[in-house]
T-cell receptor, first 115, second 110 residues
């Protein structure tokens, strides 16, 4: 596709359930980021993938969070045993080469609501 | 870890006026980027300024960078209602990771 695609747009789940969020980056982009944004707040870095390198997982808030990127393309962010504080917009972004002098292209995000 | 911090947190001005928002950061950078976010969803890249640049223009946007003060400013001239959005600066935290500040919420009043 022409842009970064995220699905679902909205997800409502019950506390304790697992959720999977999907990100389809721009074709050919080697770098992929996940961020989390709580209501009215800034972006919180979660994880970064660059090519075949080991991902930078330093932003994952707990071991309930994990992410993978298959074939250097699509990424899935998984949250196990969701908690109410996990409610936020989860944003995915990609860039062509992964250098910090390249701009990020963002998806529209997944609004996660944990009841 | 938070690298960039925007100031003010919120700004409300009349249409046609200029809007200035600032970003301060803690460690040395190679470049700094500004993004806009409408309606709490995806961000859109506005401009990138490199550490060896002091000022950069793009349409009604003017960005300055003062590496000695570790700060940058974004000026939007002749503001329009469509400029209402949140604005974020993004800086490096480590070799390849970009981190964002808390943002400035800009409201343009008709």
């Amino acid at each position: 596709g022409a842009g970064v695609s995220q699905s679902p747009s909205n997800k409502v789940t019950e506390k304790g359930k697992d959720v999977e969020l999907r990100c389809d980056p721009i074709s050919g982009h080697t770098a992929l980021y996940w961020y989390r944004q709580s209501l009215g707040q800034g972006l919180e870095f979660l994880i970064y993938f660059q090519g075949n390198s080991a991902p930078d997982k330093s932003g994952l808030p707990s071991d309930r969070f994990s992410a993978e990127r298959t074939g250097g393309s699509v990424s899935t962010l998984t949250i196990q045993r969701t908690q109410q504080e996990d409610s936020a917009v989860y944003l995915c972004a990609s860039s062509k080469g992964g250098s910090t002098n390249e701009k990020l292209f963002f998806g529209s995000g997944t609004q996660l609501s944990v009841l | 870890s938070q690298q960039g911090e925007e100031d003010p947190q919120a700004l409300s001005i009349q249409e046609g006026e200029n809007a200035t928002m600032n970003c301060s950061y803690k460690t040395s950078i190679n470049n700094l980027q500004w993004y806009r976010q409408n309606s709490g969803r995806g961000l859109v890249h506005l401009i990138l300024i490199r550490s060896n640049e002091r000022e950069k223009h793009s349409g009604r946007l003017r960005v300055t960078l003062d590496t000695s003060k570790k700060s940058s400013s974004l000026l939007i001239t002749a503001s329009r209602a469509a400029d209402t959005a949140s604005y974020f600066c993004a800086t490096e935290a480590g070799a390849q990771k970009l981190v964002f500040g808390q943002g400035t919420r800009l409201t343009i009043n008709p």
